[in-house]
């Protein structure tokens, strides 16, 4: 939808309860990006080790290969140098980093986050 539209318009019972931007619906997720980690070893501490402005979303720990996203308040190169001291003792598979996305915006609006 992002690549269609310029404007969002959210409707509730057929009334008109918000409407702008695409570019600030997609700030009211909460966070400006999702970061996510495969990794194998084990995180010691990540509560401790995480960087300010980072919270986990969902972190879990298996014997082969474990995953761990984090929703990021808003991008810096700090954050991201923090990130990579969080994982310096894991061997890592994989990042993806992306933005937030609309329905995730959405959710948060509508109530239905997790």
Same mark, same amino acid.
């Given at each position: 939808?992002?690549?269609?539209?310029?404007? @969002? =318009?959210?409707?509730? &019972?057929? &009334?008109?309860?918000?409407?702008? %931007?695409?570019? !600030?619906?997609?700030?009211?997720?909460?966070?400006?990006?999702?970061? #996510?980690? #495969?990794?194998?070893?084990?995180?010691?501490?990540? &509560?401790?080790?995480? %960087?300010?402005?980072? =919270?986990?979303?969902?972190? #879990?720990?298996?014997?082969?290969?474990?995953?761990?996203?984090? !929703?990021? *308040?808003?991008?810096?190169?700090?954050?991201?140098?923090?990130?990579?001291?969080?994982?310096? +003792?894991?061997? =890592?598979? +994989?990042?993806? @980093?992306? %933005?937030? *996305?609309?329905?995730?915006?959405?959710?948060?609006?509508?109530? *239905?986050?997790?």
């Amino acid at each position: 939808m992002e690549r269609l539209a310029d404007r @969002v =318009v959210m409707l509730d &019972q057929g &009334q008109v309860t918000a409407e702008m %931007p695409l570019a !600030k619906f997609a700030t009211l997720a909460g966070f400006a990006a999702v970061v #996510t980690v #495969t990794y194998r070893g084990s995180l010691a501490d990540v &509560q401790r080790l995480l %960087p300010a402005g980072a =919270v986990v979303d969902r972190h #879990t720990e298996e014997a082969g290969s474990s995953t761990l996203v984090l !929703k990021l *308040r808003e991008w810096s190169g700090d954050l991201f140098a923090a990130l990579g001291r969080l994982v310096d +003792d894991v061997e =890592v598979e +994989d990042i993806d @980093v992306r %933005p937030a *996305r609309l329905e995730e915006a959405f959710a948060t609006l509508s109530g *239905r986050a997790r």
